[in-house]
C-alpha cells in the first residue's frame, strides 16, 4: 500500500518557510489573550509596532527566498535584524521569547559555521530572561536565576547542535560512502561488460584462426597426396598412350588412383572428428580409451569429475584430437604398462589429462609447431583459446594436461 507520509526534508522546508509566522502568531495570540503586553500606552504601541515590522520582515523575505538556504550577505542580515526583533519584542513583553525561538532552529541554514555557535548563545539570552520574568532584571536574585538559566538553556543547546553537526557529518559520509559504491558498481559492471565483449571476441578470432588452419592443413594434404596422386594418373596415362605395352603404365595408374582414393576419404574424415557425431564428449572419449587399450594391449582407465555440460563443438573437437594424440604418441613412444585419461569439468574451464607409466623423456622448451605431436596438441588448444602443458622425466613416465575454457554449446 502506497504511503501518503510527506519525507522529513519537505516538512522542515515548510517549517522553515512558516515557522517564523507561526511562532510570531502564537506570541501576539498570547500577549493579547493573557494581557501580557507591556502597561505604559507607549510600550504597547512600541511592541505592535515591532510585532508589525516583524511580520513585514517576514514577508519580505517570503518574497525575496521563498524556501530557499543560502549562506550569504542577506542571509545573515535577515538572521539578525530577525533577532534584534525578536530581542526587543521579549524585553517588552517575555511572551515573545517564544517569536526568538526560531532562531534555535534555522541557525545553521542562515548563517556561516563560525557564526552558529555565537547566535544560538545570543538566542539563548531572551529565553533565559523570559524564564527568569523577563527584562530588566532587578536586583542580584534576578541575575542569579538569569545566570542558572542561561547556562542551562546555553548547555542544552550547545549540546543539541554537537549532536546535529555529527549526525550530519555521519550523514554525509555514509551519502558520500554510497556514491562511491554506486560509482565502484558502475565501473564494476562496465568492467565485466568489456570482459564479455572482449571474451566473445576473442572467441570469434580462436574460431577464425581454426578454420583459416583447417584450411591450410587441407590444402596442404590435398596438395601433398590427392593432387600428386592425379599428377602421377595423368603421367602414367600420357605414357601408356605413348607406349607399346601400356598394361604396366594403366597397373600404376589404377594404383595410384586407389592411394588418391583413399586419401581423400581420410581427409573428408579429418574435417569433424567422426566419435562425436554420435556421442556426448565424454563417451566418445571412453570409446577411444577403450578402443586404445585393446589395440595396444595396454591397460587405461578413463574418469569423468565435474558436473558434465554440452560444450561448444569447437571446444570438444579440440580435446578429443589431444586425447587421440596423446594417446597415440603414448602408443608408439612410451612403452607404458598402464595409462589414465582423466575429463574434469571446473567452474569456467575443462582438462583433459593423461598420464602414461612409460620410459618419459626431455620435454622441449619449445615445441614444434607445425605437423602433430606435441607442437599439433598445443597448437589445437591455443585455437580455442586453451594451454597444453606436458611434463616428463626419463624413466618417470608422462603427463599431458590440457586446459580449455568452459564454452558451452549454445
Known amino acids: 500500500m502506497a504511503s501518503d507520509a510527506v519525507p522529513v526534508e519537505v516538512r522542515w522546508e515548510q517549517f522553515y518557510r512558516w515557522g517564523p509566522y507561526l511562532l510570531l502568531g502564537i506570541s501576539s495570540l498570547m500577549a493579547v ?3 501580557l503586553l507591556p502597561a505604559g500606552a507607549g510600550a504597547r504601541r512600541g511592541t505592535v509596532a515591532l510585532a508589525g515590522a516583524a511580520l513585514a520582515l517576514q514577508l519580505w523575505w517570503s518574497r525575496a527566498a521563498p524556501g530557499r538556504a543560502g549562506i550569504g550577505a542577506a542571509g545573515q542580515a535577515y538572521y539578525a535584524i530577525r533577532y534584534a526583533l525578536s ?3 521579549s524585553w517588552l513583553a517575555p511572551v515573545f521569547a517564544v517569536y526568538a525561538l526560531i532562531g534555535y532552529y534555522d541557525a545553521d541554514r542562515w548563517l556561516p559555521p563560525r557564526q552558529v555557535r555565537a547566535a544560538l548563545l545570543a538566542t539563548a539570552v531572551p529565553m533565559a530572561a523570559a524564564t527568569a520574568g523577563g527584562f530588566p532584571l532587578n536586583g542580584p536574585t534576578e541575575w542569579m536565576g538569569f545566570a542558572v538559566l542561561y547556562a542551562i538553556n546555553s548547555g542544552i543547546v550547545l549540546l ?5 553537526v555529527k549526525e550530519g557529518e555521519s550523514a554525509k559520509a555514509k551519502a558520500d560512502t554510497i556514491a562511491e559504491l554506486r560509482q565502484a558498481n558502475a565501473r564494476l559492471e562496465l568492467a565485466l561488460a568489456e570482459n564479455a565483449g572482449l571474451h566473445a571476441q576473442l572467441l570469434v578470432q580462436a574460431r577464425e584462426a581454426g578454420v583459416h588452419d583447417e584450411r591450410r592443413r587441407l590444402a596442404a594434404e590435398i596438395h601433398d ?4 596422386g592425379l599428377a602421377g594418373i595423368v603421367t602414367q596415362l600420357q605414357a601408356a598412350a605413348d607406349s607399346a605395352a601400356p598394361a604396366d603404365h594403366i597397373q600404376r595408374a589404377a594404383a595410384l588412383a586407389r592411394q588418391s582414393l583413399g586419401e581423400a576419404r581420410r581427409s573428408v574424415r579429418n574435417l ?3 566419435p562425436l557425431q554420435y556421442d556426448p564428449l565424454p563417451k566418445a572419449l571412453e570409446n577411444i580409451v577403450a578402443a586404445w587399450s585393446d589395440s595396444t594391449g595396454v591397460r587405461a582407465e578413463f574418469t569423468v569429475t565435474g558436473i558434465v555440460e554440452p560444450l561448444h563443438e569447437e571446444i570438444e573437437a579440440a580435446l578429443l ?3 587421440q594424440e596423446a594417446l597415440a604418441n603414448a602408443g608408439r613412444h612410451a612403452h607404458a604398462t598402464r595409462i589414465g585419461v582423466t575429463l574434469s569439468y571446473f567452474d569456467d574451464e575443462v582438462s583433459l589429462d593423461v598420464r602414461d607409466d612409460g620410459r618419459g623423456f626431455d620435454p622441449p622448451s619449445r615445441p ?3 605437423g602433430f605431436g606435441l607442437g599439433g596438441m598445443r597448437a589445437r588448444a591455443e585455437r580455442v583459446a586453451g594451454t597444453v602443458e606436458i611434463e616428463s622425466e626419463p624413466g618417470g613416465g608422462t603427463a599431458v594436461s590440457a586446459r580449455v575454457p568452459l564454452v558451452r554449446h549454445d
Open 225 to 228: 597426396t590427392i593432387a600428386q
Open 87 to 89: 530581542f526587543a519584542l
Open 160 to 164: 543539541l547542535h554537537h549532536f546535529s
Open 272 to 274: 569433424g572428428p567422426a
Open 321 to 323: 584430437r589431444i586425447a
Open 33 to 35: 489573550a493573557a494581557d
Open 368 to 370: 614444434a609447431r607445425g
